[in-house]
Structures are given as structure tokens and as C-alpha cells.
């Protein structure tokens, strides 16, 4: 599985910004993705993750109702949509396969990560 995140760049404070994550082989669609961000000298965190089908989401407490992933498995490509960005958004953000159909919170449950991509929101 070869996954690529891009899309990031620099918003202002209140914009918005669209990140893909493509899988390039096509072999994650049966696999839940999650989108995780690191912010310089912390910790990488999860953002926000989809089930194999879409049908299931889920959200770090920081962005609910800001940020909303998506996935068209006809593209093999899932979304991150996030509006009303801020500056504690700025980080760089992966995105990843998961072990299994589901998304967890959980780093260790994901086994392919992409190259991230920057983004930065300025105040």
C-alpha cells in the first residue's frame, strides 16, 4: 500500500482547506484510514479516521465539527475537509491504513503511512 497525503499549504486564521490521501496501488479499500497530525516538537496525534466504507467516523475532541474525512472508493482516496482552522492546526498531517476494516485513535493500529503534508495557519 503506498499512500500520499497532499493538499496542505498556508490559510489564514477561520479559512479552510480540503487534504487528499491517494492510494496510488489501490489496495486499502477494504482498510479504515486515519488522518494524524504532528506539530513541531510534540507528539504525532490522531486527527480523524473512516471505516473501509465510509459508513463509520471518528474525531479527536479538537476538531469535531470543524473537520470532516471522507473517502470515494471509486478514487481510492479519502479527505480531510477542515474548516475554521486555527493556529493550533498548524502541524504536519499523515495519513495511513489501518490494520484492519475499521479506524482506531490508536498509532500502532495503522501499518502504512504516507509522506505528510504541511499546514500552516496563520494568525
Known amino acids: 500500500v503506498q499512500l500520499q497525503a497532499f493538499g496542505g499549504g498556508l490559510v489564514q486564521v477561520g479559512g479552510s482547506l480540503r487534504l487528499s490521501c491517494a492510494d496510488s496501488r489501490r489496495t486499502s479499500s477494504n482498510n479504515g484510514v486515519g488522518w494524524f497530525r504532528q506539530a513541531p516538537g510534540k507528539d504525532r496525534e490522531f486527527v480523524a479516521g473512516i471505516s473501509w466504507n465510509g459508513g463509520s467516523t471518528t474525531y479527536v475532541d479538537s476538531v469535531k465539527g470543524r473537520f470532516t474525512i471522507s473517502r470515494d472508493r471509486s478514487k481510492n482516496t479519502v479527505y480531510l475537509q477542515m474548516d475554521s482552522l486555527k493556529p493550533e492546526d498548524t502541524a504536519v498531517y499523515y495519513c495511513?491504513?489501518?490494520?484492519?476494516?475499521?479506524?482506531?485513535?490508536?498509532?500502532?493500529?495503522?501499518?502504512?503511512w504516507g509522506p505528510g503534508t504541511l499546514v500552516t495557519v496563520s494568525s
Open positions: 495511513a491504513a489501518a490494520r484492519g476494516s475499521f479506524a482506531s485513535t490508536q498509532r500502532s493500529s495503522y501499518m502504512y
